[in-house]
């Protein structure tokens, strides 16, 4: 998921041929990146505190301090933001600050609850909460394009939260018999792990 397709295809040829040269079989997977929740761009990166309040708006800002230990951000996927319950929590930072909302109405707020450091375009997760969004996006799409005409091995799906995620990156696969790999990241996952 990270870095070229050109750049991977010379990681693929090499490791082809290094099975070649040992004679032995190596399974390839390939991450497929999923959709990447984050923060937008700050006025400067923010020193959260145990306590402080942070706020989540819909529309697309540059974040700011509003005033001592309360913060205010955007993020890229602001729909998000309206299947939040109180109680659930948000993780920053690609999970390194905690936040538990304390608000929902109106606006999305929340109590960090652990001391870290927030600056622009950072990961933020929503582990409690169901997005209900499409976890394969254009980009997992060429991606996973580009994993077939390459015959890899093994495609390991992110965030997916139910059966139909699978369904449809089997679809992409075009009746190549590559295998699919469910990432449990949420648990949503969990909850439909049967499916």
């Known amino acids: 998921s990270h870095g070229s397709h050109e750049y991977h295809l010379e ?24 959709p990447k929740v984050r923060v937008g761009d700050l006025k400067e990166q923010f020193e959260l505190l145990r306590g402080d309040l942070i706020t989540f708006l819909k529309d697309e800002i540059v974040g700011y301090k509003k005033s001592d230990g309360h913060y205010v951000v955007s993020i890229n996927y602001p729909d998000i933001l309206n299947k939040v319950k109180i109680d659930e929590y948000i993780y920053l ?19 960090i609850e652990n001391n870290g450091t927030l600056s622009s375009r950072k990961g933020v997760n929503f582990p409690n909460t169901v997005i209900d969004i499409n976890v394969i996006t254009k980009k997992d799409e060429i991606d996973i394009a580009w994993g077939v005409e390459n015959k890899i091995d093994y495609f390991a799906i992110s965030f997916v939260q139910n ?7 089997r679809e992409l696969l075009n009746g190549y018999k590559g295998k699919l790999i469910a990432k449990i990241e949420k648990f ?8």
Do not use: F, H, P, W
């Open 11 to 34: 990681t693929l040829n090499n490791i082809r041929t290094a099975m070649k040269n040992l004679n032995t079989t190596v399974g390839i997977l390939q991450d497929i990146s999923g």
């Open 93 to 111: 930072y690609d999970g390194t600050i905690r936040a538990k909302v304390i608000q929902i109405e109106g606006e999305v707020q929340a109590r």
């Open 163 to 169: 059966g139909n995620d699978i369904k449809r990156a």
């Open 188 to 195: 949503d996952a969990v909850e439909n792990i049967d499916e």
